[in-house]
Each structure stands twice: as structure tokens, then as C-alpha cells.
């Protein structure tokens, strides 16, 4: 059985690991997945801001409503969460084209910004039944328009450089500022960048009556939402992030440059279905996996929810290099760093903890996605708070006390899971040691 393994992870290492590598390294998933890290202190502080116009306790939330703070904190809110998608446009668009060596790359990524407007829906139906036009929603701003925002940074990304590269451009003489020799150089690509994205606009309008994000959404976007958001979906993707980590592959990079942009579309979803004033459940559309139970139950305390196995080498290793370890790696795990962990102990290639590093997470995510279905668990609003915001305190900033309680759960149950198999790794390594 041993052998069998080892040959698995051979195989793993030889063919899985450099097409994984090399897919990764792509100039499309590096800008998408930096690109996506623009929106995080958006995201942030647009939750934070979000929390403080709810405030879950009576006294407070009148005194709140009373002053109308309520309206100036949504107002923020509003301003930051719900243009997430123009973040992520001009983020992937203008890190896809500093990675290619281009200077201009701020005029590069204005325009994607400028293609993302021109290419969704410019008209809003009002309460009364009439259109509003010459407006942009923010519904298309933040959730449903994330894949369309992703799609036209990375077109444009390429196309700009492409211009560039080519010197599609105007040159300005020696001894021109540089601001103006940059904005006479983006001319030309910004030119042949809003020409080829208003075509793009005119064959959707006019042969489909519709939009292009419109139909990213239809065609995209939704199918994808669905397929993540699935009991299975949330299964198969804790269980490859932990075995690309077990590897030795960086399985939250991987994995969150994917999931990132649905997860946060089906945050947003969720966030929508509140501010339209219905209730926040699975029948009204509500979203179980969002970027919040990736952050909070499986990726909590790191990858393979290690705390566990970090409690046990703290307090109770009898190795002096568990012991050690785990001195030096206890406080970063509170904070879900486990780097220290992983490579550490290590779990890399250790037959030994390959079961519960891959178990626990898939426990995690199967039990945390049964207990939402059923109701037992809240949806997640738009409340995020950083990813390194230590377990049981995140819960209940984003779900309330059911959720902080849960996570409470899940630690014991790691401690349960790791027990048996860190001790059997401990006491090897204390033999070795005599």
C-alpha cells in the first residue's frame, strides 16, 4: 500500500505537478490571479462598513438608525463592495500588462475600464415599469458582472500590449514630460481597443437586443455559479487544494485564483437578495459557497484545518522538534498561516498525515454545506473580514454566534481527526531523537 502511494505521488510530481506549474505561470491565470487582489481591500472595508449599518445589537443599531450614520455607512458600502467588478477589470487588466514590460499600463487598464462600461447594460428598469437609460447598475458593477470584468481585463490586457508591442503608437520626440509622451502612446491601442469593444456592443444590440455581459452571465457565469455551488463543488475543490499542498504546491493560490471571482459573485448574490428587502435563503436564490465559507471554514486556521495538529505538537509533542515548531508556529496558525506547519513537520509527502490533511476539509466543507442547505447555518450577507482574522472571532463577525460556534466545532473536531496520526509522528521522531 506504501509503494502504491509513493508511486502515486511520483506520478503526481512528474506529470501532475509541472503542467499544474506551468498552467499557473500563464500570463492569463498570474494577471487574473494578482489582478483579483485590487478588489480585496474594497471588499474589506465595504464589509466592515456593511456591518456597522447593521449592527446586530437593538441599542445600538437605533442609535445608529436614529443619527442616520446607517445611510452614510451604506452609502460606503456601496461605493466600494458594489464596483467590485470595475476593481477587477482594472486590476487584471493593468497587472496583465505590467507584466509584459509596458509602461502606460495605467492609461491600459482606463481603458478596460472604458470597454467594461461601453459592453454592459446601459438601461435599468424602474419600479414603475419604466426604463431608465444612459445609467450604469450597480448590479453589473459588483456580482453579475465579475466574469464579464474578467473576460474584457484580460482581452484588453492582451490587446494593449499587443498594440504596444507592435508600436501602434504615438511617439512624442526626446524632452516631452513623460505623462504627455504616455498619453499620446496610449492613444492609438485606446483607439483600436474602444473600436473593436463598440462593434462588439453593436452586434449584441442590435442582432440580439441585449448586451455582451448580458450574455457572459447567461452563458458563463451562471453555469459556473452552479457548478461551484454545489454540495460536490465544495468537495472536490477542498480536496484539491489540499493535495496540490500536500505536494508542495501553493493550493490556495491555485484554487482562490479560479474560485475567487465566482466566490465573490455569489457573495454579492447574496448581499442583492438582502438589499431588494427578501429574505436571504437558498429558495430566493441565496449562494452556500461564497468567499466567505472558502476564508472561514475551509481554509480556516490554514490549508487542511491544521489547528489540530498545531494544539497537539504546542502542548503536548514529546519530540523536542515538534515542540519547537510548534512554539514558533502556534500564534501565525491563530491568524491561519500554517506555511511553518506544512513545511515543517512537514506534511509535504508524509504518508502519515495525507488522510486527515485531506479528510478533515472535506468533512468541513461537506458537513458546513448540509447544515446551510437545512437552514441551521446562516447564508453569508456581504460581511467579509480579512483572511487572517483568527477562527471563532470571524464567525461571529460574519454569521453571528451560530457560525462562531461552529467553527468552535470544527476545531475540536480537528483536534479529534489529527490526534491519532501526529502522535504516531511525534513518537517516531522522539525515538529517533534518543
Known amino acids: 500500500m506504501i509503494k502504491e502511494v509513493y508511486k502515486l505521488g511520483n506520478l503526481i510530481n512528474e506529470k501532475v505537478i509541472p503542467a499544474v506549474l506551468k498552467f499557473t505561470s500563464t500570463k492569463a491565470i498570474r494577471a487574473l490571479k494578482d489582478g483579483m487582489m485590487y478588489t480585496m481591500p474594497f471588499l ?32 460606503i458600502f456601496q461605493s466600494s463592495f458594489n464596483l467590485m467588478a470595475f476593481f477587477a477589470v482594472i486590476g487584471i487588466s493593468y497587472t496583465y500588462i505590467k507584466n509584459e514590460g509596458i509602461q502606460a ?14 459592453l454592459i447594460p446601459s438601461s435599468v428598469a424602474t419600479e414603475d415599469g419604466n426604463l431608465a437609460i444612459n445609467v450604469i447598475s450597480k448590479d453589473w458593477t459588483s456580482g453579475k458582472g465579475m466574469i464579464c470584468a474578467i473576460v474584457i481585463g484580460l482581452g484588453v490586457g492582451w490587446l494593449y500590449s499587443f498594440c504596444m508591442k507592435k508600436n501602434l503608437r504615438i511617439k512624442m520626440p526626446d524632452g516631452v514630460p513623460q505623462g504627455v509622451a504616455d ?14 469593444t463598440g462593434l462588439l456592443f453593436a452586434v449584441f444590440y442590435f442582432v440580439t437586443n441585449s448586451s455582451f455581459a448580458e450574455f457572459i452571465y447567461k452563458m458563463v457565469q451562471t453555469p ?12 472536490i475543490m477542498a480536496m484539491i487544494m489540499s493535495l496540490l499542498w500536500w505536494v508542495g504546491v501553493h493550493g490556495g493560490n491555485i484554487c482562490g485564483a479560479i474560485l475567487s471571482p465566482i466566490l465573490q459573485s455569489n457573495m454579492a448574490d447574496n448581499q442583492a437578495i438582502i438589499d431588494s428587502g427578501k429574505e436571504l435563503s437558498i429558495a430566493n436564490g441565496g449562494h452556500i459557497f461564497t468567499q466567505q465559507f472558502w476564508d472561514n471554514f475551509l481554509c480556516m486556521t490554514g490549508a487542511g484545518i491544521v489547528i489540530g495538529l498545531v494544539l497537539f505538537i504546542t502542548f503536548f509533542a514529546k519530540s523536542k522538534q515538534l515542540k519547537e515548531l510548534g512554539k514558533l508556529a502556534f ?9 511553518p506547519i506544512i513545511f515543517g513537520v512537514p506534511i509535504v509527502m508524509n504518508l502519515y ?13 461537506a458537513s458546513s454545506y448540509i447544515l446551510m442547505s437545512l437552514g441551521i447555518l446562516p447564508l453569508f450577507t456581504g460581511v467579509m473580514v480579512p483572511w487572517t482574522t483568527p477562527p471563532v472571532i470571524s464567525g461571529f463577525l460574519i454569521g453571528g454566534w451560530r457560525v462562531a460556534l461552529w467553527q468552535f466545532i470544527i476545531i475540536v473536531s480537528s483536534i479529534a481527526i489529527y490526534y491519532p496520526f501526529i502522535k504516531k509522528v511525534d513518537l517516531t521522531l522522539a525515538e529517533n531523537e534518543l
Open 44 to 75: 474589506i472595508v465595504g464589509s466592515i462598513f456593511l456591518l456597522l449599518a447593521n449592527i446586530p445589537i437593538p441599542i445600538v443599531a437605533n442609535w445608529v438608525n436614529g443619527n442616520r450614520l446607517g445611510i452614510v455607512f451604506s452609502q
Open 105 to 118: 499600463s495605467l492609461a491600459g487598464s482606463l481603458t478596460a475600464l472604458s470597454a467594461f462600461v461601453l
Open 183 to 196: 498619453s499620446f502612446a496610449a492613444l492609438v491601442p485606446a483607439g483600436i481597443t474602444l473600436t473593436i
Open 224 to 235: 459556473l455559479q452552479g457548478i461551484t455551488d454545489s454540495f460536490w463543488g465544495v468537495v
Open 331 to 339: 500564534i501565525p496558525n491563530l491568524f491561519n498561516i500554517n506555511e
Open 353 to 365: 498525515l495525507l488522510l486527515p490533511f485531506v479528510l478533515v476539509p472535506i468533512l468541513v466543507g
